[in-house]
């Protein structure tokens, strides 16, 4: 029981992370049509630069503001990547994906350069750094904090996409860009505004993967990447809610599999994303192929 | 201007070099003599070109280019995007060692398995990953692309050797291709490679399910509405390419006497990309010129960083320096932004202007 516990909130923990780094990926997809290879990066920017913050101020306040200085960072970078380097090859799809990818191997070689290759210690304020007794196993406290942003995230994500003028024209876009070009409205703005919502999202996704493992290194964007990229697959492009319940599903598939043999857990996903993708005839954005 | 720069050849040799077949057998007879000349280039070689260093530079070079060629199949003709081409080299790199060293199969054996392997995981992912199009088959691969890098880096240690690799168990070696004195004849395998597979694709794009391809690739749903299915030529361009693949996967064991596991990783399929947009995407010429170009950047490249040059720069300039793959992405991006076509892009364009078409 205990383990099973453990494993519930280490899974859901991971989850979490995912959701932070697929739900802007998913969003970028589906409103864009650019798979952002930089996605990753932007997640190491975030945990580099929050753990310089950390670094310099300890205790509770060191942690809020690595987080709010990891989201800056993340919008900040995601917001130039979109002005410089998205927006120019507007209308060539296949180089926008190509550029991305070539700051994706960019960017964490720069920041390796900068912080170097081996990985930095994290240390925690002692109230996160303890554990929590949840019907007798010990979970690490960081686990709930994860957990926490993401809901929270989740939640906000819903409002804005479902209450707002902003949302509605997301939503629309993800749906029928053209129309909704052809209907007076800029989507070109929408575009920028949810790159650097995204990236804010990979920014303090970085820093909590940060806290998570206690410690940064640059090659974590990428790590992560794979895995926000078969969420976003089995969620369908643009789908909020269908990006949590993937993420959900890839974490606690990853963490029992791993419990069943080390190394299983990845090779799980693999095979749960080649089920789906067998079992459903439809595309990316959901609809019939 | 341009006409007085590059002043057009004799109209009877121009011919020659605008016959394609012919134009390879040029350039391909010229790779095959070069272990024979001892000319050495001062600056861009360390030593004569028949030294062993440098035919081994060389001879990796060629096996990139050849990688290139046959990741081009999928990308530049067929406009399909994997990430996941690294696994076959894996496939044909890994099985190979395992079932020689553990299986004490005979080399030729266990390569002929390895592309057999190779063939039926080619056509059992294909078939799964080609039911999402575009940038979602993209995704899958790059997902399965890491199930087997995981698998080989901490899946079976004693099978894999892990994060070291594996050498490969020299007896089973054929002396003719053991030993530095034998280098020579590790390149001539590397030039054959890449012959082979320029020849499977110049051939197979040449013929009526690569212009189907080449269809796909233009207008997808052009090819379904005229009744035919992309599906199945898509398939045909993953099996070919990924057999490929793993043939330079047992290439390249030959050259570095041993497995290792970069191969498996995302950035060397990465890699692949680069080299091909590097070149130019669905050219004749343009993953080969982009493979010889990155396999030759990326090895000197490493050796530049740890130069006294770079060392006595400042250091906000020379931390990014010493990042050889800070370099390529930099360099990957400008030539998005300003050569879409690649270096064979950039050619056939000045060519032209004399006359001689792009080939």
Request: charged content about 10%.
């Amino acid at each position: 029981m205990t383990t099973l516990v453990l494993l519930t909130a280490t899974g859901l923990g991971l989850a979490a992370l995912y959701f932070l780094v697929a739900s802007g990926l998913s969003l970028i997809f589906g409103l864009m049509d650019v798979l952002n290879f930089a996605h990753g990066a932007f997640v190491s920017i975030g945990g580099y630069v929050g753990w310089t913050v950390a670094d310099h101020l300890s205790g509770t306040f060191g942690l809020v503001g690595s987080l709010l200085a990891g989201i800056a960072a993340g919008a900040a970078v995601a917001a130039a990547t979109e002005l410089a380097v998205i927006r120019p090859l507007y209308g060539r799809p296949l180089d926008q994906v190509l550029a991305t990818v070539g700051l994706g191997l960019a960017i964490p070689a720069l920041l390796q350069a900068i912080w170097g290759a081996d990985s930095r210690t994290w240390l925690l304020p002692g109230w996160l750094a303890g554990t929590v007794n949840v019907a007798g196993a010990h979970v690490p406290t960081v686990r709930f904090l994860l957990i926490g942003i993401a809901v929270a995230l989740l939640i906000a994500l819903r409002l804005l996409l479902g209450r707002t003028r902003a949302g509605l024209i997301v939503r629309a876009g993800v749906e029928d860009r053209e129309m909704v070009t052809a209907l007076g409205i800029d989507v070109r703005r929408a575009n920028s505004a949810v790159f650097a919502l995204g990236g804010a999202a990979a920014g303090l996704a970085g820093v909590l993967y940060g806290l998570y493992q206690g410690s940064v290194s640059p090659g974590d964007g990428t790590s992560l990447l794979v895995f926000a990229f078969v969420v976003v697959v089995l969620g369908g492009a643009g789908s909020i809610t269908g990006t949590a319940v993937a993420a959900i599903a890839v974490g606690l598939v990853q963490q029992y599999a791993d419990y069943a043999s080390a190394s299983l857990g990845d090779e799980s996903v693999v095979i749960l994303l080649a089920a789906v993708l067998l079992l459903r005839r439809r595309n990316l954005q959901g609809r019939p192929a | 201007m341009t006409r007085a720069r590059f002043s057009a050849p004799p109209v009877r040799y121009r011919r020659i070099w605008r016959n394609n077949w012919l134009r390879a057998l040029i350039v391909f007879a010229v790779l095959y003599f070069l272990p024979y000349s001892t000319i050495s280039i001062p600056g861009v070689f360390d030593g004569p070109l028949d030294a062993p260093g440098v035919l081994q530079l060389l001879a990796v070079c060629l096996v990139f280019a050849g990688l290139a060629v046959s990741y081009d199949l999928l990308f530049g003709h067929t406009g399909v995007m994997s990430f996941g081409h690294g696994m076959f080299v894996t496939a044909g790199m890994y099985v190979t060692t395992i079932l020689v060293n553990h299986a004490g199969y005979a080399l030729f054996t266990s390569a002929a398995l390895a592309l057999a392997v190779t063939l039926i995981a080619s056509l059992l992912l294909g078939a799964v990953a080609l039911r999402v199009g575009g940038i979602g088959f993209a995704m899958v691969t790059l997902a399965f692309g890491q199930a087997v890098s995981i698998l080989v880096i901490s899946g079976s240690p004693q099978l894999t050797g892990g994060e070291q690799g594996q050498t490969l168990n020299s007896s089973a070696v054929p002396a003719a291709l053991d030993g530095v004195r034998n280098t020579a004849n590790l390149y001539w395998i590397a030039l054959a490679y890449l012959v082979l597979c320029a020849a499977a694709v110049w051939g197979l794009t040449a013929s009526t399910p690569g212009r189907v391809m080449r269809a796909i690739h233009e207008n997808e749903r052009r090819v379904e509405v005229l009744g035919l299915n992309p599906y199945l030529f898509k398939l045909l361009a993953f099996i070919v390419s990924g057999l490929l693949a793993a043939g330079g996967g047992i290439v390249y064991l030959l050259l570095l006497g041993g497995a290792t596991p970069t191969v498996s990783t995302s950035n060397f399929t990465l890699s692949l990309l680069v080299m091909v947009v590097l070149g130019g995407a669905g050219r004749r010429w343009g993953a080969i010129v982009g493979g010889l170009v990155y396999g030759y950047a990326s090895q000197s490249l490493t050796r530049v960083s740890g130069s006294s040059a770079i060392a006595g720069l400042p250091g906000i300039l020379r931390g990014p320096l010493e990042q050889p793959l800070f370099l390529l992405g930099a360099a990957f991006v400008l030539i998005v932004f300003f050569a879409p076509g690649g270096l064979a892009g950039r050619l056939a364009a000045k060519t032209t202007t004399t006359g001689i078409k792009e080939g």
